[in-house]
């Protein structure tokens, strides 16, 4: 996707960029995706963190779906064994062994997994705790899903030497059951999902010393 900046700068501790995507006027991305309209995105840094901030303008009178995901890979550091994942209670999307939906949906408590041993498959819908923490070494990454992204998608592979974390805004098969959620004339849809990192080195300094 190519869009144009609109606005970029910083101040104190924080900086950040705008940019608007065209999607109302071009014939080419029209015939692809008749739906026309306008996506702003936000991406700002502040401290150890990172915002990104969507947004959908229906510039037409077709509501325009509103599916699309953010992905974050998150690279482990060895040994295997030395890095987790922990999930907050949730309620898991259920695959058959295509990894399709079946329709079913399954309650989970939080949970924890090792990376590099464990692996993890798993789409889900978010419950009150909407972070998905991943540890390696001395550092915390936290995905936080602010508004817009009731799912998530956590994917690990033992032979892989990363997580690869996803925001989503619909299921897999949401546009097969015609259950996603749309931006209106007047109404656009908004979604945001805030990224921060935490150094745990310090931490556990201060309880050796």
């Known amino acids: 996707m190519h869009g144009v900046v609109e606005d970029s700068g910083a101040a104190g501790e924080s900086a950040w960029l705008d940019a608007t995507l065209h999607c109302d006027s071009d014939p080419r991305r029209l015939e692809l995706f008749p739906f026309p309209h306008r996506l702003y995105l936000r991406a700002e840094v502040t401290g150890c963190s990172l915002c990104i901030s969507t947004e959908i303008e229906a510039t037409g009178s077709v509501p325009v779906p509103a599916c699309l995901g953010y992905r974050v890979y998150v690279r482990r550091e060895p040994p295997p064994g030395d890095a987790t994942i922990v ?21 989970l408590e939080m949970t924890a997994s090792t990376l590099g041993v464990d692996e993890l498959r798993e789409v ?50 949401a546009l097969s059951r015609d259950l996603f959620p749309v931006a209106t004339s007047g109404r656009p849809y908004r979604a945001a999902l805030r990224l921060s990192v935490e150094d745990l080195s310090s931490d556990r300094s201060r309880l050796t010393a």
């Open 87 to 107: 999930l907050p209670a949730r309620r898991r999307v259920v695959t058959d062994e295509r990894l399709l939906p079946t329709g079913a949906i399954e309650p």
């Open 124 to 173: 889900f819908v978010l419950g009150a705790d909407r972070c998905l923490t991943v540890t390696s070494g001395a550092r915390r990454l936290t995905v936080e899903s602010l508004t817009g992204f009731p799912l998530a998608h956590v994917r690990t592979v033992v032979s892989e030497p990363h997580v690869m974390v996803e925001a989503l805004t619909a299921a897999p098969d």
